[in-house]
């Protein structure tokens, strides 16, 4: 039997599950979008993992990250739950000697993480502006009828790219389509458009810091040779794409799971037939005095399993001890 880690990243764009054997060898990975839909994300990338593995495993411990990381962690039932700087940066440093400079590019979101001797030393996170995300990206391509998968191939036969206003996705969107007017053709679109993208995240997330080499490019974004390029030309640098770019952040869970083990050895992992069990979330606000916090309930088959909101602590003590009364 296999000893293995589960680590599982949720964001707003997609879910990833990876499980992770002890000599830190990707056993299965998942890459699927979560659509607003977290709970049935987590339940369909589990069930794809358990449809990879080939022998028998046991699951010693279980990471999660992402925007959902908490929701994530109730569910499955996580041994730990980090925030994705934390979790980028491990994985980063476990398979790129002497990171320094991590680039993360996301569909909705993006970070810079600064490492100086293997230490988290300063980031930076853009969750507002889509200028810098992976959705400008999909969005001007699908304008413009290019597959995304073939935006970076394009941008690479660039002969002469065009300059695009990169520093808001409206005037982005105004600028390109002028230079589409003025007659530029399309590969020096797309190149200006790599750029532009560039351009605004080194501005707006890497504007006073020291960026070093090595560099590594994680995300679904860091698939693109366009984007790349565009970045080893702003920065002077060489950029480095992991294996499993898209995933790092989940294996980074599983790494901090593996770490964790060492020290609790005994999991909270509610095993895999969690993929047929049926998930509800409902809300309550809070009567009881004038915070009017909005608790949320997690129910699992009709039974409720965690809540989460109040600031009190009262709505989650008293589920504590409901649980001990059945114990």
Same mark, same amino acid.
């Given at each position: 039997? +296999?000893? *293995?880690?589960?680590?599982?990243?949720?964001?707003?764009?997609?879910?990833?599950?990876?499980?992770?054997?002890?000599?830190? =060898?990707?056993?299965?990975?998942?890459?699927?979008?979560?659509?607003?839909?977290?709970?049935?994300?987590?339940?369909?990338? &589990?069930?794809?993992?358990?449809?990879?593995?080939?022998?028998?495993?046991?699951?010693?411990?279980?990471?999660?990250?992402?925007?959902?990381?908490?929701?994530?962690?109730?569910?499955?039932?996580?041994?730990?739950?980090?925030?994705?700087?934390?979790?980028?940066?491990?994985?980063?440093?476990?398979?790129?000697?002497?990171?320094?400079?991590?680039?993360?590019?996301?569909?909705?979101?993006?970070?810079?993480?600064? &490492?100086?001797?293997?230490?988290? #030393?300063?980031?930076?996170?853009?969750?507002?502006?889509?200028?810098?995300?992976?959705?400008?990206?999909?969005? +001007?391509?699908?304008?413009?009828?290019?597959?995304?998968?073939?935006?970076?191939?394009?941008? !690479?036969?660039?002969?002469? #790219?065009?300059?695009?206003?990169?520093?808001?996705?409206?005037?982005?969107?105004?600028?390109?389509?002028?230079?589409?007017?003025?007659?530029?053709?399309?590969?020096?679109?797309?190149?200006?458009?790599?750029?532009?993208?560039?351009?605004?995240?080194?501005?707006? !997330?890497?504007?006073?810091? =020291?960026? !070093?080499?090595?560099?590594?490019?994680?995300?679904?974004?860091?698939?693109?040779?366009?984007?790349?390029?565009?970045? =080893?030309?702003?920065?002077?640098?060489?950029?480095?794409?992991?294996?499993?770019?898209?995933?790092?952040?989940?294996?980074?869970?599983?790494?901090?799971?593996?770490?964790?083990?060492?020290?609790?050895?005994?999991?909270?992992?509610?095993?895999?037939?969690?993929?047929?069990?049926?998930?509800?979330?409902?809300?309550?606000? *809070? +009567?009881?005095?004038?915070?009017? *916090?909005?608790?949320?309930?997690?129910?699992?088959?009709?039974?409720?399993?965690?809540?989460?909101?109040?600031?009190?602590?009262?709505?989650?003590?008293?589920?504590? #001890?409901?649980?001990?009364?059945?114990?």
């Amino acid at each position: 039997m +296999q000893n *293995c880690y589960l680590g599982i990243d949720v964001g707003s764009v997609s879910t990833n599950v990876v499980l992770m054997n002890e000599k830190k =060898e990707i056993v299965g990975k998942v890459y699927t979008k979560t659509q607003g839909k977290p709970i049935d994300a987590i339940q369909r990338g &589990l069930k794809e993992i358990k449809s990879k593995i080939k022998e028998d495993i046991k699951v010693k411990g279980v990471g999660a990250t992402g925007s959902g990381r908490h929701l994530a962690s109730m569910i499955v039932g996580g041994d730990i739950v980090k925030n994705e700087i934390t979790a980028h940066g491990i994985a980063a440093l476990n398979f790129v000697d002497g990171v320094k400079t991590i680039i993360e590019i996301g569909g909705q979101d993006s970070k810079i993480i600064l &490492l100086r001797d293997g230490i988290i #030393s300063d980031f930076a996170m853009n969750t507002v502006c889509a200028a810098g995300t992976g959705s400008f990206l999909d969005r +001007q391509a699908s304008r413009m009828g290019i597959e995304i998968e073939n935006f970076g191939e394009l941008a !690479l036969q660039s002969k002469n #790219s065009v300059r695009i206003a990169g520093r808001c996705a409206v005037f982005a969107e105004s600028d390109m389509i002028h230079k589409q007017q003025l007659g530029h053709n399309q590969e020096d679109i797309i190149k200006g458009l790599c750029d532009a993208l560039v351009r605004n995240f080194l501005n707006n !997330l890497a504007k006073g810091k =020291e960026v !070093l080499g090595p560099v590594v490019f994680q995300g679904g974004v860091a698939a693109n040779v366009g984007i790349k390029k565009s970045f =080893e030309e702003a920065l002077g640098l060489e950029v480095f794409v992991p294996p499993h770019h898209e995933v790092m952040g989940a294996i980074g869970c599983c790494l901090l799971a593996k770490e964790n083990a060492v020290k609790n050895p005994k999991t909270n992992f509610k095993g895999f037939d969690i993929i047929h069990s049926g998930y509800n979330v409902k809300g309550i606000e *809070c +009567q009881d005095c004038s915070n009017l *916090c909005e608790v949320i309930e997690i129910l699992r088959d009709g039974t409720v399993m965690a809540r989460w909101g109040d600031k009190c602590g009262k709505w989650n003590s008293a589920l504590k #001890s409901d649980i001990e009364k059945l114990a």
